[in-house]
C-alpha cells in the first residue's frame, strides 16, 4: 500500500494530528514573544534605574516645634475683697491682744482696791450638796458598801462624806452632783444602790444587806 493510499484510508486520524500540531506550533512561538514581567521592583542601586523621587511634601512641612500651640498662661487670681476686710481684722484681734498683755504686764499701783476673793461659802456650796454634816461618832467603814473600793473612799472623805448614814440620806439631785465628781466613777452610786445599802448598814440590819447584797 503506498503513503497516499495510507493517508486515504486514514484521514481523519491525520487531520487531528495536523491540528494538534498546528496548535502546539501556535502556543509555541506565543511564549516565545511574549515579553518578560518583572516580578519585583526596581531599586535605586540597579543598573539603569531611575533617581529616587523626593517626597516635597515632608521637605515643605514645617518643623513640627513650629507648629506646636503656645502654652496656655492662667490668668493671674485676684484676691476677693473680703480678703482685706479679714486681713483688717486680724491686725485688730493683734493689736488689742498686744494692749491686753501690756495691760496685764503694767504695775498695779500700791493703793489699788485688791480684787475680791469669792467667798467661802460659795466655794462650799457645791460640797455641802453631796456631804451633809457627819454625825458625831466617828467613821463608818464605806468599803463594805458594794462598789466603793479604796479610791473611791478617799474621793469620799474628801467631799466629807463619812458615814452611812450621810449616804443614806442622798436624793437624786444628790447622786447627780456627786456624779459630776467622780469621774471615770460616775453613775456607779446608783448602779450598786450605795443609798440602799448604806441605808441598811446604817440600821444594823445584817441580815436584809447579806439577803439583798451578798455575805459581807
Known amino acids: 500500500m503506498t503513503l497516499l493510499q495510507t493517508i486515504e484510508a486514514n484521514w481523519l486520524l491525520f487531520a487531528v494530528a495536523l491540528v494538534i500540531a498546528l496548535i502546539l506550533a501556535f502556543w509555541l512561538?506565543?511564549?516565545a514573544g511574549k515579553p518578560k514581567v518583572r516580578d519585583r521592583r526596581p531599586d535605586v542601586?540597579?543598573?539603569?534605574?531611575a533617581p529616587a523621587q523626593r517626597n516635597q511634601a515632608l521637605i515643605d512641612a514645617p518643623p513640627a516645634a513650629a507648629t506646636m500651640p503656645s502654652p496656655i498662661v492662667p490668668p493671674a487670681v485676684v484676691p476677693p475683697a473680703a480678703a482685706g476686710t479679714f486681713a483688717g481684722i486680724g491686725e485688730a484681734i493683734a493689736h488689742g491682744a498686744q494692749a491686753e498683755v501690756r495691760a496685764a504686764q503694767a504695775p498695779v499701783p500700791d493703793d489699788a482696791p485688791a480684787a475680791e476673793a469669792p467667798p467661802v461659802?460659795?466655794?462650799?456650796?457645791?460640797?455641802?450638796?453631796v456631804a451633809?454634816?457627819?454625825p458625831d461618832g466617828g467613821e463608818d467603814d464605806l468599803r463594805r458598801i458594794k462598789g466603793v473600793g479604796?479610791?473611791?473612799?478617799?474621793?469620799l472623805h474628801a467631799l466629807g462624806i463619812t458615814r452611812y448614814a450621810q449616804i443614806a440620806a442622798w436624793?437624786?439631785?444628790?447622786?447627780?452632783a456627786l456624779d459630776a465628781q467622780l469621774g471615770a466613777f460616775a453613775g456607779r452610786p446608783r448602779r450598786d444602790a450605795w443609798v440602799e445599802q448604806a441605808r441598811l448598814l446604817a440600821g444594823g440590819d445584817t441580815g436584809a444587806y447579806e439577803a439583798k447584797f451578798g455575805k459581807l
Not at 45 to 49: I, K, S, V
Not at 121 to 129: L, M, N
Not at 150 to 155: D, F, N, R
Request: aromatic share 4%; charged share 30%.
Open 45 to 49: 542601586l540597579d543598573e539603569g534605574a
Open 132 to 134: 451633809p454634816a457627819a
Open 29 to 31: 512561538f506565543g511564549r
Open 121 to 129: 461659802e460659795q466655794q462650799a456650796v457645791k460640797q455641802q450638796t
Open 150 to 155: 479604796p479610791k473611791l473612799v478617799a474621793t
Open 171 to 176: 436624793t437624786d439631785a444628790d447622786l447627780d
